[in-house]
């Protein structure tokens, strides 16, 4: 079938796109309010942007409100946050914290989530994540304002945690990562049957 977007009303683009385009890292992105409430919620919409610098990129799609999630104004409003990598024992506390909550209310009370002081940010970081980014914002950059539109994040990468039994010579440990991705609709993808292949000369 061939779909013209331009006669597609928003959810049948979203299912499209997100059905399609997978699987997607998540970042579990940890922010603090200017209230000093710890929000926590997962983005899929994920990738690295840049290796020097170090930069990630997340993108809000917007909400029906129109309103920015509490991760974008936190950002906004401290400028730092905390990316946790999501693997196979977090995967459903990951899922409850999508969850709407009001913006005074945590998630990491609500999911139960453990947190820990994070290096230097201010924001919690995930205690049981074995792979943190803690980032400050870089850019911002609307690309849509209707519902289901985008605004794409960049963050500079400020210091990196990777738990020691997955830093293996140099590098992250593959086989070991456990890393999550997400396919659409309510459906997560896990790397537990992962193969690897030579690139050619």
Known sequence: M???????????????????????????ISTRSGDNIDNLAPYSFFTVASCNPPILLYTQVNQRSG????????????????????????????NQ????L???????????????????????????SLIRYECTLREINRV??????????????KYIYVHDELYDNGNINQELIDSVGKMGGDYFSLTTNNIELTRPQ
């Open 2 to 28: 061939i779909f013209d977007v331009s006669v597609l009303e928003t959810q049948e683009k979203y299912r499209l796109l997100n059905g399609g385009v997978t699987p997607r890292p998540i970042a579990w």
């Open 67 to 94: 309103l920015d999630k509490d991760t974008l104004n936190n950002l906004i409003a401290t400028g730092e946050c905390v990316v946790n990598i999501v693997n196979s024992t977090l995967v459903e506390k990951t």
């Open 97 to 100: 914290t999508s969850a709407g």
């Open 102 to 128: 009001n913006s005074i209310e945590s998630e990491f009370d609500f999911a139960e989530v453990e947190s820990c002081a994070s290096y230097q940010v201010k924001p919690r970081s995930v205690k049981d």
């Open 144 to 157: 849509g304002d209707l519902p289901a539109g985008g605004s794409i994040v960049l963050l500079d990468v």
